[in-house]
């Protein structure tokens, strides 16, 4: 059997065909963005993007799929294509280390994609994406925040709009209304986070990696044509 044999019996092979073809970009990835990867990967979307500045460190450890002992040090971009390319040979992938922000958002072409994974932490930078995507009409899901969480089976993917509880999904929806845009679909929990003592968000190894998964699951029913 083929490797894509086994998605080929739930999909069809349109649907292959079509993701095969689809360009998707991922920006961050760490504990959600990984996941969206790795799970967009296995599916056999042919086109990637895969944006980070970061480096993996011994504190992802406990919920990065990219972090390993191996990687310590390693750019996440560079990881992340050495793992994609391990799973799918074939892939065309392109690893961007950078932070998107300001500075260097002509560098990247939004009207390229056909679907964006926002799955970064700095609200100035989600914003930049969602804006960009917005304004070219290219499809975006925005991750909110995962961490402080112990309850996977909260999360949800839905219209901005239509969040509660989330911090961060406060502060975008007050911050996109401000640029005119109301209506962005996203990944957001429904629990209330756990206050821990710390400005550094507490986490584990089994809410950030749903989340990619679920994001990535949408993602690819889209874009197969299958929702």
């Known amino acids: 059997m083929a490797w894509t044999d086994r998605t080929r019996m739930l999909l069809g092979e349109d649907a292959l065909g079509r993701l095969a073809n689809s360009r998707v970009a991922v920006f961050g990835l760490g504990g959600v963005g990984g996941y969206v990867l790795e799970a967009l990967v296995r599916a ?14 011994e504190t992802n450890l406990n919920r990065q799929l990219l ?31 950078l932070f998107y922000e300001a500075s260097n958002a002509d560098e990247i072409d939004f009207s390229s994609f056909d679907y964006v994974a926002d799955c970064i932490d700095t609200v100035s930078s989600k914003l930049l994406i969602v804006e960009r995507c917005v304004s070219l009409g290219t499809p975006v899901l925005s991750s909110m925040g995962t961490g402080n969480k112990l309850h996977p089976e909260k999360l949800r993917i839905a219209d901005l709009s239509e969040t509660s509880v989330c911090p961060l999904a406060r502060v975008m929806r007050r911050e996109l209304r401000k640029r005119g845009i109301e209506h962005v679909q996203v990944l957001f929990s429904t629990e209330e986070p756990i206050k821990t003592g710390s400005r550094t968000p507490g986490s584990v190894s089994f809410v950030p990696s749903a989340a990619g998964l679920l994001i990535a699951g949408e993602i690819i029913r889209k874009l197969a044509g299958v929702d």
């Open 44 to 57: 056999g979307v042919g086109h990637i993007t895969a944006v980070d500045g970061d480096t993996v460190d």
């Open 67 to 97: 972090a390993t002992r191996f990687s310590l040090g390693k750019s996440k971009a560079e990881a992340a294509k050495e793992r994609a390319l391990s799973i799918n040979a074939s892939l065309d992938i392109s690893a961007l280390q």
